[in-house]
């Protein structure tokens, strides 16, 4: 079976500029999480979603914002890029919130 | 908001020698789980611990969580340089919260 799988696998940004990741989970996984990990630190916790429904959010501005598909597919669009939204975007999938979760390899993204 | 602390955040080691990284928090886990991840890779999740003073073994691996539930370590017996990567440790609420990791380098 196909693990989680994220597009683009990088992406080169300027600033003011807006961007959509995509990822696709675990088939038969329900939930979907996003991460932002800058270089050098663990993954930070942007949003969870389950069955559609926003189940959690990080401590990220407003300029963040996503959303989960009838096929649990899920995209993570950011508004108004900063030179600081350059990161490793990770996204993963588990069948339930709290179950483990298993990550794709990340779109990397670099805002010029 | 919670914080897990993880140290060192480096470890240069000679292979076949032990490596121990450990993961602290000021309040309660909720059950932890690890990940490695490999430079220029993502995370991969290695072991999930749920019970007080488990311990858990994945051959030269060691995961034990603390009896007060508020840390937890990953020991590797005579590492191997595939072993080399960043070792995370996260309380997994629902959501992961991730310690800041420790990066092990294996000199061959």
Redesign the interface.
């Known amino acids: 079976d196909a693990g989680v799988t994220q597009s683009p696998t990088h992406l080169i940004k300027t600033r003011g500029q807006q961007v959509t990741l995509r990822c696709s989970p675990i088939s038969g996984h329900k939930s979907v999480s996003w991460y932002q990990q800058v270089l050098g630190q663990g993954p930070q916790f942007i949003f969870q979603y389950y069955e559609k429904e926003e189940r959690g959010r990080g401590n990220f501005p407003d300029r963040f914002s996503a959303r989960q598909f009838p096929n649990y597919s899920s995209e993570l669009n950011v508004n108004a890029l900063l030179l600081g939204d350059s990161a490793l975007y990770l996204c993963a999938s588990s069948g339930s919130p709290g179950e483990t979760q298993y990550f794709g390899p990340g779109t990397r993204l670099l805002v010029l | 908001?919670q914080q897990v602390m993880?140290i060192p955040q480096y470890q240069h080691v000679q292979e076949g020698e032990d490596f121990t990284t450990y993961c602290n928090s000021s309040t309660t886990l909720s059950n932890i789980?690890w990940?490695k991840q490999r430079p220029g890779?993502?995370?991969?999740?290695l072991i999930?611990l749920v019970k007080s003073g488990e311990v858990k073994k994945q051959k030269r691996l060691t995961f034990q969580f603390g009896e007060a539930k508020k840390n937890s370590s990953l020991h590797i017996t005579a590492t191997q340089t595939t072993d080399v990567g960043t070792y995370?440790c996260?309380d997994?609420t629902?959501?992961?919260?991730?310690?800041?990791?420790t990066t092990l380098q294996v000199k061959p």
């Not at chain 2, 890779?41 to 999740?45: L, S």
């Not at chain 2, 629902?94 to 990791?101: A, S």
């Open positions: 908001g993880q789980q990940y890779g993502h995370p991969v999740f999930q995370f996260a997994n629902g959501k992961l919260i991730f310690g800041q990791g």
